[in-house]
């Protein structure tokens, strides 16, 4: 700002807009805030355009149409500019040209960048389209004016375009300073677009230009090495970190030039023996440096890549000793747990111990992969303090319920190359978790053991109707979702009994919420215990006031199957009406219907709507031959076993799974024993153990064939 006022007091002829733009090399400075400086370059451009313009102005010829230097002042700079940007000009047009810039100098008053763009942009269109005077000051004026305005409003590809035809321009006077700026300007938007290399190219030139500009481009080589380092190319990251030292032999960032040096071969610029060479110069040197901890263990992996693990591992555990609070301790605190088989030394333990039991929500996440071997290594070396921690941290910090679901799926996914031992020992522990998180709802039946870990704020997205302010962690819940997906029933169904039905009066009970209800009546079915879930299905429609089909449906087929008929009709009823307009909705409901008809011995009424099922296109293929086979069974139950076998028989074509048919052999084989036929009904029975011999049904098969065998019937 200092130089900026330097410039106003000195005479107009001394501060054109060449010297002026000495404010563009600031802009690109790395220690001076880039939008405030683009400002004031906005301002010394638009001011020296504004003198030029008016200068011009008094030289037009007498008649011209010049617009005064101010606009109105009920007009806006903005209102203004789009009103000279509508008006037809033929090319050339320099008095319009004029007005162009001067309304340009008011929309940067206004801070109105964009607009002073496109006037700059119509304005420079019109100096080169007039061959008839030299308009070469313009130019440059005007497109030094494109690039400032580009630069701030970070349009890069324009910033480049326009500062390299800047460069191609003559020379003139003493517009030196100017072209430092735009040099330095065209090389940090190279580097921000990615062209790390061209980038390098310019700033090596810059370098040459001055003594500071030299000073300069060595800072701005550090720019370029970074970029260049995470942009994947260590090769021009190591040829910007070399600039700087050219530049600056006693600088005062030698030691990040020579860092990023090092960094550059570790990413590939190298061989491994010369990376390791390089960092340990690099700590020898510099030992207070901030970044030393971050270049030990970058070593250590150098090390692990050169087959020294032993030493790698020695060198991140002095890490953690000498660096204790340092982000690359945390960072080696992880790599270690990673790649080192439990039991971990005392150091590494112990600092795991303090860090799980100081988790808190806002603490930063643990990754699943990390949990996934705490628990493993926990489990496997029997360190129940360290299992107990790593639950309890899972539980308090995931509030959504994605980090434990993924902890599970990534413990009971195959281990490397499909070791069956590595996969079982794993699996073991994703069981052990999830009993773990299971038992935590037994703990909420007594308001014990959840407090701490509890959602304060329904986090899951669970319905909240009448729930208290403190529900289940969400971690509960991605275990009982996990025993579902995983087919293990059983855990949770062990569970249900220690729990009772949700009550709209009960906290406890509400606690859970209407997913893990769900799914512990759904356990219930899962397990041939659907008697024992009838009351968790009604407890839930009345609790949680769900009206979704499925749940619907649960709740009316355990409630035709072991309900009253009473409740079994209200419940049916408020399914259909939930299926109505759904065909295949209609079609479970039609089912249920059917079987409610068969407890009320309606068995013709039955067999009609089973038979529409078995007809019916929308009907799905595993509805198809349990319909089938019903109807087969209210012939059975009229004692009709002729029509009965025709009907079983009819099973077997289509059902694909075995489940439907084998059990219509098996009730086949019953009919023709009531009609005093063993050997057919022996033919039923062996069909089934030949065809289905895992299936449940084949043991009662195999009962009745031993029973028949021994008649004298067939011993004629």
Request: with cysteine.
């Amino acid at each position: 700002m200092k130089q900026t006022a330097r410039i106003y007091r000195q005479p107009l002829s001394s501060r054109r807009v060449a010297l002026c733009l000495t404010a563009l090399c600031l802009t690109v400075n790395p220690f001076v805030t880039s939008v405030v400086t683009c400002g004031v370059a906005i301002i010394v451009w638009s001011s020296a355009l504004g003198h030029r313009v008016s200068a011009m102005q008094a030289a037009s010829p007498q008649g011209s149409t010049v617009a005064p230097e101010t606009a109105p002042i009920n007009e806006t700079a903005a209102t203004h500019a789009a009103g000279l940007l509508a008006q037809p000009r033929p090319a050339g047009d320099i008095p319009h040209a004029n007005l162009l810039v001067q309304t340009a100098r008011m929309a940067g008053r206004d801070g109105d960048i964009e607009t002073a763009l496109r006037l700059l942009n119509a304005a420079l269109d019109h100096y080169l389209a007039d061959s008839s005077a030299d308009h070469h000051q313009s130019i440059f004026t005007v497109r030094t004016g494109i690039v400032s305005a580009a630069w701030q409003l970070k349009d890069y590809p324009l910033v480049v375009a326009q500062s390299e035809l800047l460069l191609k321009m003559p020379a003139l006077g003493d517009d030196s300073n100017a072209r430092i700026g735009v040099m330095q300007m065209l090389a940090k938007s190279l580097s921000l677009l990615g062209r790390h290399s061209e980038s390098l190219t310019m700033t090596r030139q810059l370098a040459g230009a001055s003594d500071v500009a030299r000073s300069l481009a060595a800072e701005h080589s550090l720019v370029i090495g970074a970029a260049a380092l995470r942009g994947g190319q260590p090769q021009v990251a190591a040829e910007a970190y070399q600039l700087y030292l050219k530049e600056m032999p006693g600088g005062s960032r030698i030691a990040d030039a020579e860092l990023g040096i090092a960094w550059a071969a570790v990413s590939g610029g190298q061989s491994p023996q010369q990376a390791d060479r390089l960092l340990s110069g690099f700590i020898s040197s510099h030992p207070k440096h901030r970044d030393v901890p971050h270049a030990i263990v970058a070593r250590a992996g150098v090390l692990d890549r050169l087959g020294q693990s032993d030493t790698a591992t020695q060198l991140r555990l002095a890490v953690l000793d000498d660096y204790p609070d340092s982000v690359a301790a945390t960072q080696t605190l992880d790599d270690l747990v990673l790649a080192m088989a439990a039991p971990w030394p005392a150091s590494v333990r112990s600092r795991w111990q303090g860090r799980l039991d100081a988790v808190t929500r806002k603490s930063p996440q643990i990754s699943a992969a990390i949990y996934e071997s705490l628990l493993a290594g926990s489990l496997a070396s029997s360190d129940d303090p360290l299992w107990r921690s790593a639950v309890a941290a899972l539980v308090k910090s995931d509030l959504d319920g994605k980090l434990t679901s993924e902890v599970l799926d990534r413990l009971a996914a195959p281990a490397s190359g499909d070791r069956a031992e590595a996969t079982g020992n794993r699996l073991h522990v994703a069981e052990h978790l999830a009993i773990d998180l299971l038992g935590r709802l037994i703990d909420s039946a007594t308001a014990t053991g959840v407090s701490e870990e509890a959602d304060a704020a329904d986090a899951t997205g669970r319905l909240a109707q009448s729930v208290p302010a403190q529900s289940l962690p969400a971690a509960c819940e991605s275990a009982c979702r996990w025993v579902g997906s995983s087919g293990r029933w059983t855990m949770l169904a062990m569970v249900a009994t220690d729990l009772a039905v949700p009550d709209r009066s009960d906290d406890l009970t509400m606690r859970r919420g209407v997913a893990i209800d769900r799914m512990v009546a759904e356990s219930l079915m899962q397990t041939q215990r659907a008697s024992e879930a009838l009351p968790w299905w009604l407890a839930i429609l009345d609790a949680w006031q769900c009206d979704d089909f499925p749940t619907l449906i649960r709740a009316a087929e355990t409630a035709v199957a072991f309900g009253s008929i009473d409740v079994a009709s209200g419940r049916l009823e408020a399914a259909k009406a939930a299926a109505a307009g759904d065909e295949f909705k209609v079609s479970l409901t039609r089912m249920l219907e059917a079987e409610l008809a068969i407890r009320r011995a309606r068995l013709d009424e039955a067999r009609d709507l089973l038979a529409v099922i078995v007809r019916a296109t929308e009907t799905t293929a595993e509805l198809r031959p349990r319909a089938q086979w019903l109807i087969g069974e209210t012939y059975f139950l009229q004692q009709k076993y002729a029509e009965a076998i025709d009907a079983y028989r009819r099973v077997d074509t289509l059902d694909a799974t075995g489940q439907w048919a084998a059990l219509a052999l098996l009730q086949a084989g019953k009919s023709f024993e009531k009609l005093a036929r063993p050997r057919e009904a022996a033919t039923c029975y062996t069909a089934l153990l030949t065809r289905f011999a895992d299936l449940p049904h084949a043991n009662h098969a195999r009962t009745r064939l031993a029973q028949i065998s021994g008649e004298p019937v067939l011993r004629r």
